[in-house]
């Protein structure tokens, strides 16, 4: 080969910049000439268009050419005449690129790119990936437009009867889950029905084609992050779903085969049958499917007769009618009260109505007309359900759902039906229970002859076996189909006295607190408290907090606690009673006392404990709750004295032993046991409440032969009255009290009972009591006679000291002037329970806290028992110490 120098070829196709590149590259005075031009073989991998001999090779294009001219110039530079860095070894190649070779299908990572760059696509490969991923969405949407047909309307909506069987495995009733629907014309549908749907839910309604893209954008989403699917459907969905699917899953194929079947209903049905099939089909609550039935459910009438208000009301229904039906369940959800279900309701119906304005469905006169819920009727009507089986039904249908990670049935599905529901009911039981209560209403409430005291009278019941937590028996009301409210589930009458046994349970658990030790430390030392111990009886007492000051509202008065009918209870000058006396008489003033010294803390935890909801608790920084201004069931008290009378295993309360369906056994129910108290603890507070009705103030429930143990509780202005009783075997509640049963009357209140049934004052001895033995007589023949166990001694003997001859009263003259003397309506003040933890709008909360001169519940029957009399005559205080949910919820 020659060895002077030659010009390059020009290289074919690497286009004209290349070829500038090589010639400047080769006139460079600054430069060594190409490698090539030595005929060494190593020469060939700097510019890259010769091979090992020098043969000339095909060119890779402009981009391989420029690359390689500008690699041939870079190389000329490097005085080692090797790669950068002045290793030995090939040269050429630079940091892991590949040798030249064959295109690859999809250039990824990128062969001629150095770093970074190789991981970075090109916009070509992003191009052809993204249109590939369209095209498959579109070849998808297709195959799936293609497959779905228009499923035939009420072919899948139809429901079935749920079964509900006895304890004994005997029928009940066979309801619950039937339709109640009659389909109507479009036509007899009212035009502010439809245009108060379209504005809430669909506005775009008659422009859209059935679906609406960000809304399923968004519920898709929701439903890939395990959350709701609510707020991306349509109208048009929503009838699909509701009257073409049977299946009512929350996932995305469910979701995407719903999306599929509206576009094409969109595209194939008038709008007006979509309107029309999605009124018809929706539920709006109380069992009711479709606009016909709704409106005769909730307002007794024809649809095509709703005014526009009516109308907004029955939209706000669609939301989900658990939270906007007026009537309320709370037996599903606490939530769902029937005050807060109002207040949704109104807020949702003039929600609606401002939008019907807003897109011109409603002249603003008109819609100015509504600004109230409008007057809704009582939710029953299936005589099926009338008596007792409504409720009954109510609350194995709130157990159901709301254990529905145990069950698996949801609302909607118990809503469809087929489903075998057995109950720990017990029928023999149950028509005790109702045959007790009604012998004593027919024979003493007469409110024809008495209807300022007579009328609005009330009674609610619960028994549970304490050995399992099943509830045998409720009484709810009067007639189920009458009567909406359950009055063994929640109905906010105060339980009074019957609330001390938690405040014993508490102090001999936890103890007192040391008066002369700082706070934390007298949370860690603690005297536990024997029965034995004792405190003052003393009418008009003043409260000590545990570190011996008078305890005072933030107005600065003190706290003075009243007895039951102005009672002082033990001698002067102390007026020291045991606690199993205090309890036997019901005496407010040493419970109160007790429950300060232990901490109202430790009385809340052992209340809760035994089985009490804690959101039925109220007023737990005041005095007060120690002796019973909270508003707990019927169904959970028995539930929390059963908890003593099992020697303290905390049994939950339950109504369902097993579900079934047509592919057998869904749910079991599963015992679980809790030691809410030691054994000496549960066995002590029933001994010392067997002595309540063997010579206190229960001395009416007695049981021949038979061991009890109960308590008796009546509340400030004598608004409810309760007895709390058991035996080894069954644990029942009586509850009492005078509240119009009108849900629809969002200002009604408890009435005082002083007077009703012919008696100057309702305790829970009287009626309550009553009840309580005769239904107790029944239901305990053919059981064996059980004895309590005999209690293991507990705790010290406090404030124990030489007492003279016991006296059972003071006169005026002997008690301590109360300094201040704030009178009673000054005592309701913050910091009290808000109304949402212990009272609704439509109960009188006004005294629920007690207060300076007031006190407490009156807590039982003080001023009939023969010891103490009552002689502070003079004072103007009534004696009382404080003022004062078609589902049934989670107690059962």
Known sequence: ????????????????????????????????????????????????????????????????????????????????????????????????????GGKRLIDYPRAY????????????????????????????????????GVPKVDETAEAQNNVYYWKDGSQMVATGGETNRQIIDLSQIPEAMRNAVISQENKTFYQDSGIDPKGIARAVFNMARGGQTQGGSTITQQYVKNAMLNDQSQTISRKFKEIFVAIKVGAEV?????????????????????????????????AIKLNPGECAFLAAMLKGPTYYDPAGAVSIDPSARPEDNSRRAL????????????????????????????????????????????????????????????TGITEDKLRQGGYSIYTTFDKKKVNELTAAVTKVQKANIKPKERPDTDTHVQ???????????????????????KHFTNNADQTGAQVGSTFKPFVLAAAMTWGVRNPELGSSQAQDERTIVSPKSLFSGKNKLKIRDYDGTIWKNEKGEEWLQTNDGQASYGSPPNFKIDLREAMRESVNSAFVQLGMDVGLDKVREAAVNAGVKDSTL?????????????????IRMAGAY?????????????????????????????????????????????????????????????????????????????????????????????????????????????????????????HGASFPAEIWHDYMEDAMKGLPVEDFPTPEPIGEVLNEDPLPSPTP????????????????????????????????????????????????????????????????????????????????GETG
């Not at 076996?465 to 009067?478: C, F, L």
């Not at 010392?688 to 032969?705: P, R, Y």
């Open 642 to 762: 059963a908890t003593f009378a099992a020697s303290g295993k905390q049994r939950e309360p339950y109504s369902v032993q097993q579900v079934k369906s047509k592919d057998g056994v869904m749910y079991t129910h599963k015992a679980a046991t809790k030691q809410a108290f030691t054994s000496k603890v549960a066995d002590n507070v029933t001994d010392v409440l067997k002595t309540v009705v063997e010579k206190g103030t229960g001395t009416a429930a007695q049981l021949d032969g038979r061991d009890v143990a109960g308590k008796t509780g009546t509340t400030d202005g004598n608004k409810s009255a309760w007895f709390v009783g058991y035996t080894p075997q069954l644990s029942t509640a009586i509850t009492m009290f005078r509240l119009d049963d009108d849900e629809s009357n969002k200002n009604r209140s408890f009435l005082e009972m002083f007077g009703t049934g012919g008696q100057e004052k309702i």
């Open 113 to 148: 790119k150095d770093g970074w760059r190789r991981w970075v696509p090109s916009w070509k490969l992003v191009a052809g990936l993204f249109v590939g991923f369209v095209g498959s969405l579109v070849a998808v949407a297709g195959i799936g437009y293609a497959m779905v």
């Open 459 to 481: 009674f609610g019941g619960a028994s549970v076996n304490p050995e399992t937590g099943a509830i045998e028996a409720i009484y709810g009301g009067e007639d189920a189909t």
């Open 1 to 100: 080969m020659s060895e002077h120098r030659r010009k390059p070829p020009q290289p074919q196709g690497g286009g004209r910049a290349a070829a500038r590149r090589g010639q400047s590259g080769s006139s460079s005075g600054r430069r060594a000439a190409p490698r090539g031009a030595t005929g060494s073989p190593s020469d060939s991998y700097g510019s890259g268009f010769y091979g090992l001999g020098g043969e000339e090779r095909s060119p890779g294009g402009r981009a391989e050419s420029r690359r390689a001219a500008q690699g041939g110039r870079r190389r000329a530079a490097d005085p080692t005449g090797g790669r950068r860095g002045g290793s030995s070894g090939p040269p050429g190649r630079g940091r892991g690129r590949p040798a030249p």
């Open 809 to 888: 009263s003071v006169t005026e003259s002997e008690e301590e002037s109360p300094s201040p003397s704030p009178t009673p309506s000054e005592t309701v003040t913050e910091p009290s329970p808000s109304p949402s933890e212990s009272c609704t709008n439509f109960f009188d909360c006004q005294d629920a806290t007690g207060g300076a001169n007031s006190g407490g519940a009156d807590g039982g029957t003080g001023e009939i028992s023969p010891s103490p009399t009552p002689t502070e005559s003079d004072d103007n205080s009534n004696g009382n110490g404080n003022g004062g949910g078609f589902f049934g």
């Open 618 to 634: 109220a007023g737990t920084t005041f005095p007060s709750f120690s002796i019973g201004i909270s508003d707990p069931s019927a």
């Open 270 to 302: 008038d709008k007006d049958d979509i309107m029309a099939g999605y009124l018809n089909s929706s539920y709006y609550g109380r069992n009711a499917y479709g606009i016909q039935a709704a409106a005769r459910a909730y307002f007794d009438k024809d």
């Open 347 to 406: 807020r949702q119906m003039q929600d609606t109505l401002n939008k019907m304005v807003e897109y011109k469905h409603l002249d603003p006169v008109e819609r100015a007309k509504y600004t109230t819920l409008p007057k809704w009727k009582n939710p029953r009507s299936n005589t099926q359900l009338s008596g007792q089986t409504g409720y009954l039904v109510d609350l194995a249908n709130s157990y159901v759902v709301t254990h529905s990670k145990e």
